[in-house]
């Protein structure tokens, strides 16, 4: 049933098993995402070790902060010399290896640390995924390829759940990092061994650092001829500030403000993860038909009302419709913005965009925690209520984010109009 309703029109070019193995990719990496950086770490570091959100957030700022800084010479350097499935590799087996160590060596400290080494090895390795998207599909499938890949992703974040949560009733928090890495480094196999690249000629080599960094410099004095790309870089730091805090926060929100055991928190994600399939795959085919701007401002307005809802909700019931629209609309919002950015950027700089795609994503990661701790902190003697006045707050960057969209082009360049 998802495979015909995603792939029943696609060309020669997006075959079914290349586009199945880059989407079990996702498959793979939502289970890192939704086990350790929503569910199980941030809890085993506040609640179990006593870490405060400042200091969580600190750590999860600052290993966005590197990725954020290095996102865009890595995407160069995949354009330069190819092989982004080796570079894929690389990051998957460093974020698996970190994760497994969580809890084993030292305490917290150590644990934070090891966290932050396995984030900036996920999150860079978001972006030699992502630009192997034009591999496995074409311009008339890219909005349905990317949303299977969205959905199939979720489909493995409720399986990790599932795989692991024995584990955590059994052994506690901890013991959920192993089984996560082991999980996360299987499911990304398919990707790694059955996806087949165009072969560059180039070698790595040291010299590729400097023709990375210069092709990154004449990206971006060249911003202006490609400026509907560049401002939709902008808008998603704008709206990924807000989304990827309050993704980040929900297991510490629901926990702190509305009571929620561990076992209600992790049905509230099952529960919206099941959404976000359902999301991913019906947006991907309006993306294709409306386009992919059009798409995301759907979208965009759905976040609002998950925000506004939760900062004002004192039922504990409602969240669960509040969690539903959330997991609908971030299935949609990974469908449909790499589709845009696929169509306003140039295709022979696929890799260097992504990497300003994924700059933008991390940066916003950066200051959108930190906004969240400063925030908490600040108004400590307000018991939960802090919480709501923290997720208000993001509400501030979306609007922002929503309104810069709106004044983004999205007609294609005329070089991808000429190579496509």
């Known amino acids: 049933m998802l495979l015909r309703f ?40 506040t609640e179990d070790h006593s870490s405060t ?46 994760t497994s160590l969580i809890g084993v060596l030292g305490g917290v400290t150590v644990g934070l640390i090891l966290f932050a080494i396995a984030n900036y090895s996920y999150q860079s390795s978001n972006i030699f995924y992502d630009a192997l998207l034009p591999t496995v599909s074409n311009s008339n499938n890219r909005g349905k390829t990317s949303g299977f890949g969205v959905a199939l992703g979720y489909i ?4 990790g759940i599932l795989m692991v949560s024995p584990f955590v009733e059994e052994w506690g928090r901890q013991a959920a990092f192993i089984p996560t ?21 180039s070698s790595i080599s040291i010299d590729i650092f400097r023709k990375a960094y210069i092709n990154v410099y004449q990206v971006v004095r060249q911003a202006k001829m490609h400026k509907p790309a560049f401002q939709f870089i902008i808008a998603r730091f704008f709206y990924l500030d807000a989304i990827n805090t309050l993704i980040v926060f929900m297991a510490v929100f629901v926990s702190q403000v509305l009571k929620y055991s561990n076992q209600q928190i992790e049905m509230l994600l099952i529960v919206s993860t099941t959404c ?20 995301l401002l759907i979208i965009l307005s759905q976040w609002f009302l998950v925000f506004s809802s939760a900062t004002f909700t004192t ?9 539903s629209i959330a997991g609908i609309s971030l299935g949609a919002l990974w469908a449909a913005d790499r589709a845009l950015l696929l169509r306003i950027s140039p295709p022979d700089q696929i890799g260097t965009y992504f990497g300003f795609y994924q700059f933008a994503g991390r940066f916003s990661a950066v200051i959108g925690p930190i906004l969240w701790g400063i925030t908490t902190d600040a108004f400590l003697d307000l018991g939960s209520v802090r919480f709501r006045i923290a997720t208000a707050v993001l509400l501030v960057p979306l609007i922002i984010g929503l309104a810069l969209l709106v004044r983004t082009s999205d007609q294609p360049t005329s070089i991808h109009l000429a190579t496509e």
Request: aromatic share 18%; with cysteine; glycine share 6%.
């Open 6 to 45: 995603s792939f029943n029109n696609l060309q020669d070019k997006a075959a079914y098993l290349p586009v199945i193995s880059w989407a079990f990719y996702d498959f793979a990496n939502t289970i890192f995402a939704m086990n350790i950086l929503s569910l199980y770490f941030v809890l085993w570091a």
């Open 53 to 98: 959100q400042l200091t969580f957030s600190l750590f999860l700022s600052g290993s966005m902060l590197a990725s954020a800084v290095t996102a865009p010479f890595y995407g160069s350097i995949s354009d330069i010399v190819g092989k982004r499935i080796l570079l894929l590799a690389t990051g998957v087996a460093v974020c698996a290896l970190a």
């Open 156 to 159: 493995g974040t409720i399986t």
């Open 181 to 201: 890495a082991f999980l996360f480094l299987l499911f990304s196999l398919p990707c790694l061994v059955f996806v087949k690249e165009q072969q560059i000629t």
């Open 276 to 295: 976000a399939i359902f999301g991913a795959l019906i947006y991907g085919r309006i993306s294709d038909r409306i386009g992919p701007k059009k798409t």
């Open 315 to 323: 039922n504990p019931f409602h969240f669960w419709f509040i969690g």
